[in-house]
């Protein structure tokens, strides 16, 4: 990533701390202690803050961090070890109202465990070593560890700012948005928030577009977050309850519904698409516009292989770009073409079909690879209204 970052002329400052920032209305000027301890200021249009749980970012700007803290201490281990929970899948014991998962990492025998302690160990979580945490590991788990590679323990919380943004600032990641690690899913609901907002701040600084379009950053994530957060708040509260009917439900009734549920087909490639979050869409957002065929506008592009490759080969530019499956007219080339827009079309097929295309239609996705506006006309009319709709104009040819 660093290297990528450098071939675009992007370079990441290490050890430099921001220590506060104003915004003026037409910039934001932040202060900073560089490496030295030397403290200067850094004018720029915008500001994310990408910076935690304890976001500076967001204590200046006042949005909150409404939620809970759990009792529970968290703890990591990277671990060298051995045992058949060493067998490259997932492991979780509810055996007791602590939680303890296996997660298989690469290499032989490498596996990071996460669990909880609730007891009085958690009253010296800054002491807390791996040998006071351990037996449940090995006993129950029967995992024999050889080395440990990294421990740490934590506190984690359930929490959601109020807003995603004020001003010339925003929030993304944790400094948004916070939960346990249950869901498993915190690293890719933090990129999706920078990938959210990414286009448009382009857009934005390019003059392209108005602040109408950064307002959509958080309409589209801000919902996502809150049920996200209430999600793995439900399956770590069911994880560790306590008491003789949860003890029966999470011991005896779980181990016995989830494997045979999840021997169904449909079944795992539900959890497939939750846990990936590809099940994700902005439909009845203000950038999501029309249908055709099962396509809505807001939706995930539906994922086709066809003759050895696939229609996602082209979001790698992440620009605005239209799709086509079956035939596009003269007319929506052409349009294509004077507006700078990259078209793609693709040969009918039954897999487009199946996947929930429509033959003819137009399907034009946003930088990021949402469906922007899906219509089945295919006219290219239907693109004028679009931008038109939402204030957004298309790079120049020379741009």
């Known amino acids: 990533m660093i290297e990528r970052l450098q071939a675009l002329g992007v370079a990441v400052e290490r050890r430099t701390e921001l220590i506060g920032f104003t915004d003026e209305k037409d910039r934001v000027t932040a202060r900073l202690r560089g490496p030295d301890g030397q403290e200067f200021d850094c004018a720029a249009a915008y500001i994310a803050g990408c910076d935690g749980a304890r976001s500076i970012v967001r204590e200046t700007i006042g949005t909150g961090f409404p939620g809970g803290t759990y009792r529970q201490i968290f703890y990591v281990a990277d671990v060298d070890a051995t045992g058949p929970a060493l067998n490259g899948e997932l492991h979780i014991d509810l055996d007791e109202a602590d939680f303890l998962g296996v997660f298989p990492l690469a290499g032989l025998g490498k596996a990071r465990l996460i669990g909880t302690v609730r007891d009085e160990r958690a009253d010296r979580a800054d002491t807390l070593r791996f040998d006071d945490v351990s037996d449940r590991a090995i006993c129950h788990l029967k995992v024999g560890v050889r080395k440990v590679n990294w421990f740490s323990t934590y506190h984690v919380h359930h929490r959601v700012t109020r807003h995603f943004r004020k001003g010339r600032a925003f929030l993304l990641g944790d400094a ?46 801000i919902g996502f977050a809150r049920r996200l957060v209430a999600t793995t708040d439900r399956i770590f509260s069911f994880a560790t309850a306590e008491g003789r009917i949860a003890d029966i439900l999470r011991t005896r009734v779980a181990p016995l519904l989830i494997p045979r549920a999840a021997a169904f087909d449909a079944v795992r490639e539900f959890m497939f698409r939750t846990v990936s979050q590809i099940m994700l869409n902005y439909r009845g957002g203000p950038l999501s516009h029309g249908a055709a065929g099962h396509v809505h506008g807001g939706d995930r592009l539906p ?97």
């Not at 890719?188 to 907002?197: E, F, H, R, S």
């Not at 079309?345 to 899906?374: C, I, K, M, N, T």
């Open 176 to 221: 948004a948005h916070i939960h346990s690690p249950a869901g498993g899913q915190g690293m890719n609901t933090g990129i999706g928030d920078a990938i959210n907002l990414a286009w448009k701040l382009a857009s934005a600084v390019a003059g392209r577009a108005g602040d109408s379009l950064l307002d959509t950053y958080e309409a589209e994530r």
């Open 303 to 399: 994922w086709v292989r066809v003759d050895g490759g696939d229609n996602f080969a082209p979001l790698a530019t992440m620009d605005w770009q239209v799709h086509a499956y079956g035939i596009a007219s003269a007319a929506l080339a052409a349009w294509c073409t004077a507006h700078n827009v990259p078209l793609h079309r693709f040969d009918w097929q039954p897999e487009h079909e199946a996947a929930g295309l429509a033959r003819d239609a137009l399907y034009l996705l946003r930088p990021d690879s949402y469906v922007a506006l899906a219509d089945g006309s295919g006219a290219p009319s239907a693109l004028d209204r679009y931008f038109g709709d939402c204030g957004i104009q298309l790079p120049a040819l020379n741009d």
